[in-house]
């Protein structure tokens, strides 16, 4: 990002830019910079939080008065709710998640598959509701139809690996698109319900990895993705489908 | 962000690693009173419309995005340590589109500009110069004097 302002302002165009990692923008030391003290994933941050948008997006742009540069100034307070600091207060997702098959044996594929299957029929009502109330989705970078996601993410469990259902995507990068999409999906759906208002999106994010049969799935599937001989399947599935947060 | 100690070691080390060269000189462009500029955003989330063209590892050009395709935007950003749920709930907390708007109408800033740019976050500093300076002629020549530069 900081090479960004330097490369853009270098041609005369003036930049202000937001700063997640400061120690990074200490060392780039770009024209303007705002520190700002949330997680990645919300630069402005909380969702429907206008009143916080407006106030890092004025100090943002109140940076374009300084006289001379470079400037790095800290955004003064941490916001509210989603993107306050500190560890997030359990939740749990009272959707009627298939437990018959939960503590059964997990090493067979087509069991897992099938709870997932399950736990995706029972999130679709919300998911449905969630893109009609918003008129919008963040579903669909994959190309894959939301319902044979989970087919598709299944099939890196065993050999012979699928054809990748999406021409514009390598077989590595098309699995890594299917599985932000169904996360999406789940995320998306479980944040539309009346009983998670209150929710932040730690929260959410960490009943994904700790309580869903997908992050079982996902996490098995970047093990038995993991060492094919794939050069690109072996970084997707060794870095890119499990957050470093979730996996220590 | 949090401090990085905070984070997981193993995370923490590798964004300390993530330092960028040295990048030479220290560019300084002026520009009119907020009230008479006109802002753009250049956001590093990946965003792209569903039909474009995704990003994938090593992408280094960019995409624009038109102030009508927010209800059309996904992320092929390829990084999994970023969350995805506030940008699904709500896109102004990675572009702030509708705030902006907003100040334009209460006369802060000058105008918004009718298109808008992503990039995908995870290229090498120094490979995206040439998309850089090819961007910054088109944003010239839009009439934009201050571009809002956003990462995730």
Known sequence: ??????????????????SLVREHTESARPPRALSVPFDFGHPFGAP???????????????????????????????????????????????????????????????????AVQAELRALLPWYEHAAAERQRTTVGASGIEIPSLVSFIAAFLAPPLPDSPNEALSLPLAL????EDLKQVYLEAVSARPDAAATNHRQLNDWFWRETRAAELLRAVAKAAHGTGDQTLDIVAGMLLVPAAQSE | ????????????????????????????????????RR???????????????????????????????????????????????????????????????????????GSVADHHYSFMGAAQIEKLAPSAADLAGHLKADGVNGVLLVPV
């Not at chain 1, 500190?86 to 749990?92: E, L, N, V």
């Not at chain 2, 923490?12 to 002026?30: I, V």
């Not at chain 2, 749920?85 to 800033?109: C, K, Q, Y």
């Open chain 1, 176 to 179: 890594k698109a299917a599985v």
């Open chain 2, 39 to 109: 802002i753009a955003i250049v956001t590093t989330a990946g965003l792209h419309r569903r039909n474009d063209r995704p990003f994938v590892m090593g992408s280094v050009d960019y995409r624009v995005v038109p102030r009508t395709s927010t209800r059309e935007l996904v992320s092929t950003h390829i990084s999994p340590n970023f969350d995805r749920s506030g940008f699904a709930e709500d896109l102004n907390v990675v572009l702030p589109l509708d705030r902006l708007h907003e100040l334009a109408e209460r006369g802060v800033i």
């Open chain 1, 48 to 114: 429907g939080d206008a009143e916080l948008q407006h106030r890092v997006l004025l100090a943002l742009l109140h940076l374009f008065e300084s006289k001379r540069g470079p400037v790095l100034e800290l955004f003064p307070d941490q916001g509210e709710g989603a993107s306050a600091h500190g560890q997030a207060t359990p939740w749990s997702c009272p959707l009627p998640l298939p437990d018959d098959q939960r503590g059964g044996d997990s090493e067979q594929a087509g069991s897992l598959e099938l």
């Open chain 1, 1 to 18: 990002m900081s090479g960004l302002g330097h490369f853009i302002e270098r041609e005369g165009v003036p930049t202000a830019g937001i």
């Open chain 2, 1 to 36: 962000m949090p401090d990085l100690d905070s984070l997981p070691t193993e995370f923490a080390n590798s964004l300390r690693k993530m330092r960028g060269p040295a990048l030479e000189g220290e560019p300084w462009a002026e520009g009119p009173p907020l009230s008479e």
